[in-house]
Nanobody, 126 residues
Framework: QVQLVETGGGLVQDGDSLRLSCVAS????????LAWFRQTPGKEREAVAA????????YYLDSVKGRFTISRDNDKKTVYLQMNKLKPEDTAIYYCAFAPGLRVGVLRFEREYTYWGQGTQVTVSS
């Protein structure tokens, strides 16, 4: 089992920045993909950003391109999501996701991830 703990959420104003962090612990894997998803009430969870094992490939939801940046530190087993120029429509619960194994490309579908964090609330007020 892999445990994921997200931190960094909170209440901010339109235009502010936040940095989310997610630390993995438990079972070790040589290779794994990581991603951030978000969900709002009544909507399906959507991939916000994803990153491949060697950071060679990233994916971003169109609405966050140019504002969010995903990165990872494999030594620390941590993935980050730097969120700049936040908008009220970014308000959601943000989840960290972990997919074991060496995969081709970047994974951006919920079904491709095995382990999930408990989520951290991000609220952007206008």
């Amino acid at each position: 089992q892999v445990q994921l703990v997200e931190t960094g959420g909170g209440l901010v104003q339109d235009g502010d920045s936040l940095r989310l962090s997610c630390v993995a612990s438990g079972r070790s894997f040589s290779f794994y993909s990581l991603a951030w998803f978000r969900q709002t009430p009544g909507k399906e969870r959507e991939a916000v950003a994803a990153i491949s094992w060697r950071e060679s490939t990233t994916y971003y939801l169109d609405s966050v391109k140019g504002r969010f940046t995903i990165s990872r530190d494999n030594d620390k087993k941590t993935v980050y999501l730097q969120m700049n120029k936040l908008k009220p429509e970014d308000t959601a619960i943000y989840y960290c996701a972990f997919a074991p194994g060496l995969r081709v490309g970047v994974l951006r579908f919920e079904r491709e991830y095995t382990y999930w964090g408990q989520g951290t609330q991000v609220t952007v007020s206008s």
